[in-house]
């Protein structure tokens, strides 16, 4: 299988947009305090009543090219959509089932085919979310927190989602992962059967860790939650700007830049990738808010790209230093200072690791000097020791990073 592109990738950007991007988290004056993409499901809303919104939905601001040359500028390496959620409507022209964004909308369009397409075009790797269990629109789909037990799933898996997971491998070219979701009472043969279905079609395509049954390529962690220690086989977490996947118009709970740059290098210290979400609005517009964001981390990604892409787990500094975080290559060792000013014109020590320093430099700061950055030498025990020394001034600085290179190929630290 071909995993390059997904381990060093590091980045990539989840899209959540389908109906539910319509309500905005409000339906009838009432305001759902959950996912806004499950307010069919929270709030009740019968299929029927939800089935109106298709005579509504005309994203005329969603624009594909648009989304692929931000998402460059963003860094980002991978493109993750909705291709059907938990709601059952289709964002892709499908055949099995009309109830589907081309069929069935006031806009009739295919957005897995738009992006497909902008994907290719843009050079990025495209890849599809799909609920593969819960279906609210079927009516022998899952269904969260209901009895289940009357349901049909066999009908459902024979009738929609098979031939729909058939189709979006089929009809759009290469699929670099296809996402999967909630897999709830999911057997492992029932599992296996959509393994091999993807494998059969598309053998280069990963699939995440929710297959259910322990059957994903790779570990997909719980929701916004980031490990507290480095994995060492490939990870990665879906992760919000705000508290919603969907867009949620009363939603305004952001993160600042400098709190997604933080979360993205303790996870990439512990060497997992970063899937980050917009939520489009009902007109496919992306909320102001997380282009401010995105764009500040794309800036800081272009000058610091180096220490991010390409770099693998290592094992965690034996001290503590809550402001430090390591992201390693081979032969190359990054040491990120966060909230640097508070370190304007100190040294910070860097002890016990053995490996021989060849060359230093600060990333993306060809306005601060690298002669005397950092000091190499042992400890009156023997140690060794290095001091990074923080200049006095940093100007507008969220981060400060020291690129090490070494001798040695690995990380190693010594106690004696
Ligand atoms: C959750 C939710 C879902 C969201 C997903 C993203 O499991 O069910 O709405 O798409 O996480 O990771």
């Avoid at 950007?13 to 305090?33: A, P």
Wanted: charged fraction near 25%.
């Amino acid at each position: 299988m071909h995993h390059d592109w997904f381990l060093s990738g590091k980045y990539g950007l989840f899209i959540h947009f389908g109906l539910y991007s319509i309500l905005g988290g409000e339906y009838n004056g009432k305001r759902t305090d959950f996912l806004s993409e499950w307010i069919m499901l929270s709030l009740d809303i019968p299929v029927k009543e939800y089935e109106k919104l298709t005579l509504q939905f005309d994203p005329v601001h969603f624009n594909a090219d648009e989304i692929c040359c931000k998402a460059v500028e963003w860094g980002m390496k991978y493109i993750c959509f909705t291709a059907k959620h938990h709601d059952g409507y289709a964002m892709f022209r499908s055949y099995a089932d009309p109830y589907n964004s081309f069929d069935n909308s006031k806009c009739r369009r295919d957005f897995v085919k738009e992006l497909a397409d902008s994907c290719r075009k843009y050079g990025i790797v495209f890849c599809l979310y799909y609920s593969q269990a819960q279906d609210w629109h079927h009516k022998d789909g899952y269904r969260a927190y209901q009895d289940n037990s009357k349901i049909n799933f066999r009908r459902y898996l024979d009738e929609k989602c098979i031939p729909q997971v058939k189709e979006i491998l089929s009809n759009y070219g290469d699929i670099g992962m296809i996402w999967f979701d909630t897999s709830m009472g999911m057997t492992y043969q029932e599992s296996k059967e959509l393994v091999n279905i993807v494998r059969s079609l598309q053998p280069n395509c990963l699939i995440n860790g929710r297959i259910g049954n322990n059957l994903g390529d790779y570990m997909t962690t719980q929701d916004n939650h980031i490990p507290a220690y480095p994995i060492k086989k490939p990870w990665e977490i879906p992760a919000t700007l705000n508290s919603s996947w969907a867009y949620k118009h009363f939603d305004n709970d952001w993160l600042t830049p400098e709190n997604v740059l933080q979360k993205f290098l303790n996870i990439v210290a512990r060497g997992g990738n970063y899937l980050l979400n917009i939520g489009p609005k009902g007109d496919g517009s992306i909320p102001e808010e997380s282009v401010k964001i995105l764009d500040t981390i794309g800036m800081w990604l272009k000058k610091s790209g180096e220490s991010i892409y390409g770099t693998h787990a290592i094992d965690t500094y034996v001290y503590e230093a809550p402001n430090l975080r390591f992201t390693h290559k081979d032969y190359e060792l990054f040491v990120h200072v966060l909230d640097p000013h508070r370190f304007a014109g100190k040294q910070i020590s860097l002890q016990n690791i053995a490996n021989t320093v060849k060359q230093v430099n600060w990333i993306g700061r060809s306005d601060l000097n690298s002669d005397n950055m950092l000091r190499v030498s042992k400890t009156l025990d023997g140690d060794p020791y290095w001091g990074l020394n923080i200049p006095e001034n940093l100007d507008e600085c969220m981060v400060l990073s020291a690129k090490i290179v070494t001798e040695e190929k690995d990380f190693i630290q010594k106690m004696l």
